[in-house]
């Protein structure tokens, strides 16, 4: 299920990068957003196959997941808000994937995955360094932000996908 989720969201973060891309970056885009679904399509297809061998998730787990991720939507949603407020709205991407990228330390520990606490660790690292690069590079922080926790994303889906084979 992780490649599942992983690579759906991939295709979301690539998708959130061509906001505003250079024109030859939309066909390496949509590309990285079709193979995302791809991905997600394929830990679907694994996830089906292996669907009563067992889940990390009990009653206990999945109230706690259910806080956890209403934490985060409660917490992105609002420094989205005040981001639109102070007319900043170029930085929401970077601040997404930074709450993303935070939310997965829970995660990481409540479902005993430790290839969540890298995920986390690089989407975070990604999110802060987002707009030093964007504003170093002339790109626009969708982009920066977007191909790298797409990318991020996309190879945690893949090698996620590898262990569940």
Avoid: C
Wanted: glycine fraction near 8%; charge should be positive.
């Amino acid at each position: 299920m992780t490649a599942v989720i992983f690579g759906f969201f991939a295709s979301v973060w690539f998708g959130w990068a061509q906001e505003a891309p250079p024109a030859r970056w939309r066909p390496w885009l949509t590309t990285a957003s079709i193979v995302s679904l791809v991905t997600a399509a394929g830990g679907g297809l694994l996830a089906w196959r292996h669907w009563n061998d067992g889940t990390a998730y009990d009653r206990d787990t999945s109230i706690t997941f259910g806080i956890v991720l209403a934490i985060e939507f409660g917490i992105a949603g609002l420094g989205a808000a005040m981001l639109a407020i102070a007319k900043r709205r170029q930085l929401t991407s970077a601040w997404i994937a930074l709450v993303v990228g935070v939310h997965f330390f829970p995660l990481a520990w409540l479902i005993s995955y430790p290839l969540l606490y890298l995920v986390a660790s690089l989407v975070t690292v990604a999110a802060l360094a987002a707009v030093p690069v964007a504003r170093r590079t002339s790109a626009p922080v969708s982009l920066v932000t977007g191909v790298a926790t797409g990318a991020i994303l996309l190879v945690s889906a893949l090698v996620s996908a590898f262990f569940a084979l």
